[in-house]
């Protein structure tokens, strides 16, 4: 997500569909595995964000409200979808066999719900705007602007496992966190 990209000069934004919960019968897995499936997981998304900053960037700056909003949504589309594959290839991959391992698994499904839950009301403001051009793009900024991002090393602290620290620093040292944790 572009809150890692704090000199990026347009916002971002990201939405839509449901993540589906664990099974019963999950495989444990090494924790250091886990993480690496979990960061490998976050490439799907990243890839996402940086074909899509090229048309955001350039629909902002042509400066025409319709166009920027156009591609706000087209974005949030498709990174919607990878949301929804970030959702299973984290349920393929499995749970920690760490203390707490089944709701630290959890609490990666629960990022992607409450990002996808804030992203699509995100979506829903800014089809509704009724601006038009310069007025509009102000519009659509102020909605991406006023989004709050989900961060997954409060999620995983929550869970109250002995072993999230250790998860969270594992997510530090694999080099997804700055995608994941807001920071």
């Known amino acids: 997500m572009l809150r890692r990209l704090s000199a990026s000069i347009i916002p971002i934004v990201i939405l839509t569909a449901s993540a589906c919960g664990g099974g019963e019968d999950v495989e444990k ?3 250091d595995d886990w993480v690496a499936d979990i960061c490998d997981a976050v490439d799907d998304l990243n890839e996402v964000e940086n074909a899509g900053m090229a048309d ?19 974005y949030t589309r498709d990174y919607g979808k990878a949301l929804d594959r970030f959702a299973r290839d984290a349920e393929d991959a499995g749970e920690p066999d760490v203390e707490g391992g089944e709701e630290i698994a959890a609490a990666v499904q629960d990022y992607v719900k409450k990002e996808q839950r804030a992203f699509e009301r995100v979506s829903r403001e800014v089809k509704a705007l009724k601006q038009t051009g310069d007025d509009l793009t102000e519009a659509v900024d102020a909605v991406v602007w006023d989004v709050e991002f989900t961060d997954l090393s409060e999620l995983i602290d929550d869970t109250d496992s002995r072993d999230a ?11 997804c966190s700055d995608f994941l944790f807001d920071e």
Do not use: P, S, T
């Open 29 to 31: 897995v090494d924790a």
């Open 56 to 74: 955001l960037e350039e629909a902002y700056y042509e400066e025409d409200g319709d166009l920027y909003r156009d591609a706000v949504i087209k």
């Open 165 to 175: 620290e250790d998860i969270i620093d594992l997510l530090y040292d694999e080099g």
